[in-house]
């Protein structure tokens, strides 16, 4: 299977696609974990997010049950999507079929620190729909 590559020159997402040895079908309501074929060194400070494929979801309904799904700078285990069908019919994966796709970012680790009070801000607490609709 070819490297995976990024789908246009604006692409922030690199397709990953199915390395499946034969036809794996998907049964409406379920999930199974896809092999990719690939593993991966991310540099520390950064992670992959493996990110579901727009048109798949619209055409299909099939999406990544964990996504966003991250994979760490110290995994070196292949790289594996957990595809679900969340539409009514079956869906077929086959070898070299684009599935996920995979962006890598930055992140910044954090100390946590005990308190008793947060800092206020105008929104306070105000939690889900607080903001409006």
């Not at 998907?26 to 999930?31: Q, R």
């Not at 079956?90 to 070299?96: A, C, D, E, Y």
């Amino acid at each position: 299977m070819p490297l995976p590559h990024y789908g246009s020159a604006g692409a922030a997402g690199i397709d990953l696609q199915a390395a499946v040895e034969s036809e794996v079908v998907i049964f409406s309501g379920k999930t199974v974990a896809i092999p990719t074929g690939i593993a991966v060194a991310i540099p520390e400070g950064f992670e992959g997010q493996v990110r579901p494929r727009s048109g798949l979801a619209r055409k299909f309904q099939i999406g990544i049950l964990n996504a966003p799904g991250t994979i760490d700078s110290d995994y070196r285990g292949e790289v594996t999507i957990l595809l679900t069908n969340f539409g009514p019919e079956p869906f077929v994966v086959r070898r070299g079929d684009r599935i996920a796709q995979l962006v890598i970012s930055r992140y910044e680790r954090v100390a946590w620190e005990e308190t008793q009070e947060l800092p206020p801000t105008q929104r306070g607490d105000g939690g889900f729909g607080h903001t409006g609709i």
